[in-house]
Structure formats: C-alpha cells, structure tokens
C-alpha cells in the first residue's frame, strides 16, 4: 500500500504535505496525502495489535498465525475490542463491522505479509522493550477510560511484558529445564 501522510491535528498545511508525497512518489516510494490520517492510524493499530503480540509469544510468523484456529479467534478478539473502544471514543473508523475488517485482515493484510515476523518478536529475541503500551497496552488503557471491557488487548500486553522480562528461552527436550540451567 501508499504511504499515507496526514496531520491529526490539522496544522500542517495540506498543500505542503501533497508537495511532500508528490517528492516521495517521485523517488519511487508511492504516497499520497490525506485528510483523513485518523483513519489510517486505527488501520495500523487493528493490524499491529492483531499480529505483533501473538508473533512475539508464539514465535511464529504472521501467516502462520492465521493457519489456526485459536489464534484466529483470539485476533477476532482484539478486532472486537478495539472497535468497541474506537465506538467509545467517537472515531469514525474505515470499516463498518468487525467482521468486515477480520475479512480484509484474513483475506488480504495477512497473506499479503505471509513470511513477516513481527519488529516485536525481534525486540524481544533481542533482550529489547517492545511497543506493546502504544498498541494493546493503549487499547487497554482506552478501555479503561471509556468503561469498555478489553480482556484480550490487557492479557496479551501482560504476557508480552513478562516475554520482554525472560526473553527467547530454549527448553532442553527431556530435561524440563531451560537452557540456562532455571526449572
């Protein structure tokens, strides 16, 4: 997909960022400007906190996530909690229904992006603090605000915090112990 460029808040003039994603089109990297970058934002934050989390705790890439039942159901989950939570808020969002995006996440987003592993399993694998409190960590907290139930986007911002804390741990098949000597 374009680069969206947009200001939230409107005080950058919009002429200016059309002369930007024209530059940027122009080098080869398609963009275009727009009014409604809200809208774009909640794309990546139902997209982010859909794949990211469950990639980092399962360790598995975003196509193969989507092969399961479970994990589909939980990424269902954390579409219809962020929906309720964006219905709290009053933001207009770019689909009608949870199932109508749950379509275009099972039908285009994830198998368009099969192989990707998520920039969160890679900052866990890397002893690194990851962006779960921007994504279901904020959801959470949004939630919370609003009086929206969000159980699923609060669990999995939890586990990822204790995945940061331990890290990548191989078990050594038999043993039950880790490979670090811990039970």
């Not at 530059?23 to 774009?40: K, W």
């Not at 099969?114 to 279901?136: K, P, W």
């Amino acid at each position: 997909d374009k680069v969206m460029l947009g200001s939230p808040s409107h005080k950058v003039n919009f002429a200016r960022l059309e002369a930007i994603a024209a530059a940027f089109t122009e080098a080869g990297i398609p963009t275009e400007a727009t009014l409604e970058i809200g809208q774009f934002i909640w794309g990546k934050v139902f997209y982010n906190c859909c794949l990211n989390p469950l990639s980092a705790l399962l360790e598995v890439t975003y196509g193969e996530l989507s092969e399961h039942s479970e994990t589909r159901q939980i990424m269902t989950s954390v579409i219809g909690e962020i929906f309720a939570v964006a219905a709290a808020k009053g933001v207009v969002l770019a689909w009608r229904s949870p199932l109508e995006y749950q379509q275009i996440l099972f039908g285009r987003l994830i198998p368009d992006t099969y192989a990707h592993q998520a920039s969160m399993l890679q900052d866990v694998m890397r002893g690194n603090r990851t962006e779960i409190d921007a994504l279901n960590g904020a959801i959470a907290r949004l939630g919370e605000e609003t009086g929206v139930p969000t159980p699923v986007n609060s669990m999995l911002t939890q586990l990822i915090k204790v995945k940061e804390r331990v890290g990548k741990r191989s078990v050594l098949p038999g043993s039950g112990r880790s490979s670090n000597g811990t039970v």
